[in-house]
């Protein structure tokens, strides 16, 4: 059989309907699409895709299952080492993983290993399959975990199959993290995918408290102290919205992504006056960013009615840092790149609303510390736009409360707490950390590999502490 150089391609909506809804984009391999796709693997002697897998799945023994339309077998592997495959399967970034060491990629296209993951997972979820509670000893260690985002399910579900007895503490009204609030529902389905993926969690035993603000509710010390806990694990990701500093940024119009995905997401503002989340968008919206947060905030301002969106990425189209397949759907879609260009000003109406963006024009020079060539502005090169929103995708921190309110907590200059590499171990003893609040705004697979590798390390802390 001929050797096949490309991924069988991924059907989506057409992008003149989508641009106006809210349903998903992507709709998925069938099944024999996915057998054809498996049969594309040359299943190496030596693998080279595990070693860009953050969770150590077992890529080539799941393709290999559905080559033998083995599903269950095939989500039965990656389950062993990944708690949220229907979401990774969606939202990681394969192409820069998994999928940019597999051996097809000399010669033409990977395995769509990630597409696959997503066939089985979603296959699973529709089935309704019962997932078993983990049996645990009546005395069964306790282990708190901060932040049910990915970080935090995946440290949880890792230790409730291990015995322990495990209780996330989330602040908003919700679980997911940023699976909830940040990725659009035209990107990552939150009742059919992320609903049922938390819920296969709760039900191997973890118990998940909602509307429960560590650092207030309860300060680390008081869990270890007080509350009875062994071991806790921060994974509070880093949601705290960053802007650049230049004038007009508080006027009316002006959101930072967080607070227009979270509207959008978790409090449905697009479903408005079904869900009363009111959200203004106007005509003309400019997205300044290049990473995916800005894609999904300039696709959900367009789906929300505004004639005309355009992104503002001060360096050129090869340093995006967003997903291709991203950056591809939100051109079809019709989305404006304003590229090499950089915002200085934000215009304002007499009634304090936005009016207009001053930009200036940028080139690039050698790389930065990023490894990007950095942006310079060509002097004189400034121009306005008419716009009456302005969403700032620029990046994120960390909350500071958790650090504010546990002494001994070594944190770094920018607030991120400090943690091991490999054990996610912190300074404060029985207390781990990992995800986004220690490595900076970084991917939801990052995260995940980050709860795996302290829900081990607390593992052995916790066995270390009974003897």
Request: hydrophobic fraction near 40%.
């Amino acid at each position: 059989m001929a050797l096949i150089l490309e991924k069988h391609k991924m059907p989506v909506q057409d992008p003149k309907v989508r641009a106006h809804n809210f349903e998903e984009v992507a709709l998925g391999y069938d099944e024999d699409t996915a057998v054809a796709e498996a049969e594309r693997c040359l299943h190496c002697k030596v693998p080279q895709c595990r070693k860009g897998c953050p969770v150590s799945i077992d890529i080539p023994t799941f393709i290999g299952k559905i080559k033998e339309r083995d599903f269950d077998g095939a989500i039965a592997t990656i389950k062993e080492s990944n708690a949220l495959p229907a979401i990774c399967g969606r939202v990681c970034p394969q192409e820069n993983q998994c999928e940019k060491h597999c051996i097809l990629t000399k010669r033409g296209e990977s395995v769509a290993i990630g597409r696959l993951e997503r066939f089985v997972a979603d296959r699973e979820l529709a089935s309704d399959k019962e997932v078993k509670p983990v049996e645990r000893a009546a005395d069964a260690q306790k282990v708190a975990v901060i932040g049910a985002g990915p970080s935090g399910l995946s440290c949880a579900g890792d230790l409730a199959k291990k015995g322990y007895d495990v209780t996330i503490f989330e602040a908003l009204h919700k679980a997911g993290g940023v699976l909830s609030y940040g990725i659009p529902e035209f990107r990552l389905p939150k009742d059919t995918v992320v609903k049922k993926e938390i819920e296969n969690i709760e039900k191997l035993g973890v118990k998940i408290e909602v509307d429960s603000v560590a650092g207030r509710l309860y300060t680390v010390d008081e869990l270890l102290q007080e509350e009875g806990f062994d071991a806790v694990f921060i994974g509070t990701g880093a949601g705290l919205p960053r802007f650049q500093g230049i004038p007009g940024e508080s006027l009316n119009g002006v959101y930072s992504a967080n607070e227009f995905l979270t509207r959008c997401n978790l409090m449905k503002a697009y479903k408005f006056p079904e869900y009363a989340t009111p959200i203004q968008v106007g005509r003309h919206v400019a997205v300044v960013g290049g990473g995916n947060v800005a894609m999904d905030a300039a696709r959900t301002a367009l789906r929300l009615g505004a004639e005309k969106v355009s992104i503002i990425y001060r360096r050129s189209a090869a340093e995006i840092p967003a997903r291709a397949e991203e950056v591809e759907h939100a051109k079809e879609e019709g989305i404006d790149f304003q590229l090499l260009t950089n915002p200085v000003e934000v215009l304002g109406d007499e009634n304090g609303w936005v009016k207009g963006l001053r930009c200036i024009r940028m080139e690039l020079g050698e790389p930065d510390a990023s490894g990007r060539r950095r942006p310079i502005p060509i002097e004189g090169s400034e121009f306005d736009m008419e716009m009456d929103t302005v969403i700032i995708a620029i990046g994120t921190g960390p909350n500071p409360i958790i650090a504010h309110t546990t002494p001994g907590l070594k944190t770094t200059k920018r607030g991120n707490i400090e943690a091991d590499e490999e054990t996610c171990a912190t300074s404060k003893e029985g207390v781990f950390a990992g995800g986004d609040i220690v490595t900076g705004a970084a991917t939801v697979i990052l995260a995940m590999g980050a709860g795996r590798k302290a829900a081990a390390a607390i593992d052995t802390y916790l066995k270390s502490k009974k003897k």
